[in-house]
């Protein structure tokens, strides 16, 4: 059986806007932070005036405006990954 790897892009625009696929749930948001759940890790979008315009669970499509500041990727029990990108 193949070892298939779920994949995710994520998108930021002149940070204003963020854009993921691979997303499955959306876990918590304020205008101060956004808490995603992405291929079973956790994803924390931190910044100002923070608004959700779209979450689709069965496509996994996420979109977010206001003013982005960080995008942090952490492990399925909270501990940081040691690579972004595998």
């Not at 923070?50 to 909270?78: D, H």
């Amino acid at each position: 059986m193949q070892n298939e790897t779920a994949q995710s892009i994520l998108t930021i625009e002149q940070q204003k806007r963020v854009s993921m696929t691979g997303v499955e749930s959306v876990d918590a948001f304020s205008e101060a932070q956004i808490l995603l759940t992405v291929n079973g890790k956790k994803v924390t979008i931190a910044g100002a005036k923070l608004k959700v315009l779209a979450f689709s669970q069965g496509s996994g499509n996420f979109s977010a405006s206001g003013e982005v500041f960080s995008v942090k990727y952490g492990g399925a029990k909270g501990k940081p990954l040691r690579k972004l990108f595998q």
